[in-house]
């Protein structure tokens, strides 16, 4: 492999906080977006199916890359999950689901797991990084205040820390990047161990 074709890659994600992200971090990317099923297994652990769902996710992009004769480039994808109580809060389908999500978070603390794979070729490398996020409490019309501004939408946990509902936190154990959406201490080791094995 050419370590020269690691100066840009593929970012299989359709959030914009991961496009952000990764830009700040000046890493020059394309796009792919890549459907795969989201659902978790009986009796699947929130860690093994953050785990399966990257790993799913960047086979099928390598594999679109392959089908259609796309330029050869490193592929990266991550998914984030919001856990409390081992139960994995994705998504809220409306907005009574994003209210039953933080009406259960609200004076509580919930783990946020982001897992992330890099993948070009034989290279396939997954890694999780695991953060706590500590709420206040809130009264009803403090969520439904948030709730109001839309911004929980297609949002795992239905929140997002970088945005009005950053002032519901009272504190985070671990990395603010990663509860984004996006490790970017992971991804930059990731790529550096990507260059070794080109090399």
């Known amino acids: 492999m050419d370590s020269k074709?690691?100066?840009?890659?593929?970012?299989?994600?359709?959030?914009?906080?991961?496009?952000?992200?990764?830009?700040?971090?000046?890493?020059?990317?394309?796009?792919?977006?890549?459907d795969i099923p989201e659902e978790v297994f009986p009796g699947e652990s929130f860690r093994?199916?953050?785990t399966r769902i990257c790993n799913e996710k960047a086979e099928a992009a390598w594999t679109h890359v392959l089908a259609n004769n796309l330029a050869m480039m490193p592929v990266l994808t991550a998914d984030?999950?919001?856990?409390?109580?081992n139960v994995v809060f994705g998504k809220p389908i409306d907005y009574q689901d994003a209210f039953r999500m933080w009406r259960t978070l609200?004076?509580?603390?919930?783990?946020?797991?982001?897992?992330?794979?890099?993948?070009?070729g034989e290279f396939h490398k997954t890694v999780s990084s695991e953060s706590?996020?500590?709420?206040d409490q809130m009264t009803d019309e403090d969520i439904h205040a948030y709730?109001?501004?839309?911004?929980?939408?297609?949002?795992?946990?239905?929140?997002?820390?970088?945005?009005?509902?950053?002032q519901f936190i009272q504190k985070i154990d671990g990395c603010f990047y990663s509860i984004m959406g996006l490790p970017l201490n992971t991804v930059k080791h990731l790529l550096a161990e990507l260059a070794r094995y080109a090399t």
């Open 5 to 34: 074709i690691i100066s840009k890659i593929y970012l299989a994600s359709k959030s914009p906080r991961r496009r952000e992200l990764l830009a700040m971090m000046g890493v020059d990317f394309e796009l792919l977006e890549i």
């Open 48 to 50: 093994d199916y953050s």
């Open 80 to 85: 984030t999950e919001v856990v409390f109580d």
């Open 106 to 120: 609200a004076g509580n603390h919930h783990l946020v797991i982001t897992t992330v794979t890099l993948k070009y």
């Open 132 to 135: 706590r996020v500590y709420f």
């Open 147 to 166: 709730l109001a501004t839309g911004d929980y939408q297609d949002k795992s946990g239905a929140y997002g820390i970088h945005t009005f509902a950053g």
